[in-house]
């Protein structure tokens, strides 16, 4: 067994990870923790909910690890757990939320500790993060991979499995109700 991973492929990562080698996927999720923070962060918010979707990910990544068959780049199937995760997450919050919530009110915030360093960034973020926390989690997914994540319109449509067009057109619906959510902010 190798003692590091670090200049591996991630064919040769994947392989090793399969016959249990743990210090390969360790190096898999020191190359992608980044990215499905970003991920789920963007859509959840900066809350121990993201923490927690992100670590599921690659419990879910170790235990689906033999279904990958390498058509598409690791990077693009860990992508696919954790949008999936992500979203079965805001579907589960909304169903508890909507238990609670008053008829007619189904609508779901959540509130932070301010920080006091570096404040006029940090409530630019707030504002983003809420506006985009006001998006439908089906616009909020398109606006996460493309704009914050920078995928392509066809990666994002192949990683949705989505058309195209309809990629395309969420995108720009969720920067016409950003703009206006980001308006009455």
């Known amino acids: 067994m190798k003692e590091s991973y670090r ?3 991630e064919n040769e990562l994947v392989q090793a990870s399969l016959k249990g080698d743990k210090l390969a996927f360790e190096e898999i999720v020191s190359r992608y923790r980044k990215l499905v923070a970003r991920t789920v962060k963007g859509m959840l918010g900066d809350s121990v909910f993201a923490e927690d979707i992100g670590q599921e990910v690659f419990i879910k ?3 689906s690890l033999p279904e990958f ?7 693009t199937y860990i992508q696919k757990i954790a949008v999936n995760l992500t979203l ?3 579907k589960r919050r909304k169903r508890f939320f909507s238990m609670f919530s008053q008829k007619g ?3 779901m915030y959540e509130y932070e500790i301010a ?3 570096a404040a006029e960034k940090r409530e630019a973020t707030e504002l983003v993060n809420k506006a985009l926390m006001g998006l439908d989690p089906k616009f909020r997914v398109i606006v996460v991979m493309r704009m914050l994540q920078g995928y392509s319109t066809k990666e994002t449509a192949d990683i949705l499995k989505l058309p195209l ?3 395309l057109s969420r995108l720009s619906r969720a920067q016409e109700q950003l703009k206006e959510i980001l308006q009455t902010i």
Do not use: F, M, P
């Open 7 to 9: 200049q591996a492929d």
């Open 115 to 117: 920080d006091h360093e």
């Open 88 to 90: 079965n997450e805001i």
């Open 61 to 63: 990544l170790y235990y």
């Open 105 to 107: 009110n189904n609508e």
């Open 165 to 167: 067009g309809t990629v």
């Open 69 to 75: 068959r390498g058509e598409a780049k690791l990077s």
